[in-house]
């Protein structure tokens, strides 16, 4: 494993995966503004998250994209690369390289349970696994989406007199529980703050139906908001924005809404436990199921991972990268 450092440079090609500083060579895992960072020379990603990138950074945000589709190994002068879905947002990968016989797999982020806003995970096996550990405290167990999503149905028609403010992540997870909310058959407008206009619409253009949206406030206009879901980032929750709805039950979707002082001291009045990572389940079985002897921990809750490791013969270690975003408050 000398052929990959701590952080996450591919020696023999001098290509790093989600970079946080400009370099020649990067390969991005996903969109979100934790890993894929501009102004790099040659950047090597997915379709999706080449064009997340552009919209949200602007078109030359990298001197030079490659696309590489999921399950097709590209060869770097001898260093394989295969993309493989991590089923965290649209577009996110797992990164395979395989060098001299050796395997290591690089998971991103990433979540195992279903999600019909991206491509679902899909288990690979190799050597070294460098997986990240966001929620990796067993305390973590992430309920079932559709359960947290009838609490908020629930919810609307016992307040039908109330807006319902849900505070959520503008790529990936608001597309998401637009969606969750769809599948269960709720099919009034939803009203979506200014910040996630851009990507809905590029999940839409990329085939994911998300119902009739439509923005929250317009200038002059005035809606009546009672009974209905407005989607707004997490920081839109605490602005000025938000007090033009009157008497809002506060909602909040994120995997840290199980931490009940998080959810106490944010006000929220109904905390959903929706989370695009892994929770400790997910991690755990997947590390089993990669048949990896030596795992790596990127980011996150990382001591308890390695321990858990080490108990079972495995080789582990942390790697503790800086400028991920462990709070979670994707972006
Ligand atoms: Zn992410
Ligand atoms: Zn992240």
Not at 80 to 103: C, M, N, R, W
Not at 133 to 159: C, M, R, W, Y
Request: charge should be positive; glycine fraction near 6%; include cysteine.
């Amino acid at each position: 494993m000398d052929w990959v450092n701590k952080h996450l440079q591919i020696v023999p090609i001098n290509t790093f995966i989600d970079p946080i500083f400009p370099v020649e060579n990067a390969i991005i895992t996903h969109a979100h503004a934790d890993h894929a960072k501009p102004g790099h020379k040659n950047v090597l990603a997915t379709k999706h998250t080449i064009k997340i990138m552009k919209i949200r950074y602007g078109e030359n945000c990298a001197n030079n994209f490659q696309e590489l589709s999921f399950n097709s190994p590209l060869n770097i002068n001898g260093v394989k690369v295969t993309f493989f879905p991590a089923g965290h947002i649209l577009g996110s990968a797992q990164v395979l390289l395989e060098y001299q016989k050796d395997k290591i797999n690089f998971t991103g982020d990433f979540k195992i349970t279903k999600d019909d806003t991206c491509e679902n995970f899909r288990p690979v096996t190799c050597d070294t696994l460098v997986t990240e550990a966001t929620f990796g405290l067993p305390i973590f167990q992430h309920p079932d989406p559709e359960v947290e999503i009838n609490k908020l149905i629930n919810s609307l028609k016992n307040f039908s007199n109330r807006p319902h403010l849900i505070g959520v992540y503008a790529l990936g997870q608001a597309q998401r529980l637009i969606k969750l909310l769809r599948n269960k058959g709720y099919d009034e407008t939803i009203f979506i703050h200014g910040a996630l206009e851009k990507i809905c619409d590029y999940y839409i253009q990329s085939g994911i139906n998300l119902g009739n949206l439509s923005k929250a406030l317009i200038k002059g206009e005035k809606k009546n908001f009672n009974g209905k879901i407005i989607l707004a980032p997490p920081s839109a929750l605490k602005s000025t924005w938000s007090r033009r709805f009157i008497d809002p039950i506060l909602s909040h979707a994120s995997g840290w809404m199980s931490v009940k002082q998080r959810a106490k001291q944010s006000l929220v009045e109904l905390p959903l436990l929706i989370s695009d990572h892994a929770d400790w389940n997910e991690l755990t079985s997947n590390i089993n199921n990669s048949l990896a002897k030596n795992i790596l921990v990127t980011h996150g809750r990382e001591e308890a991972l390695v321990h858990w490791c080490k108990k079972r013969g495995l080789k582990a270690s942390a790697l503790s990268i800086q400028g991920r975003d462990d709070s979670g408050e994707e972006i």
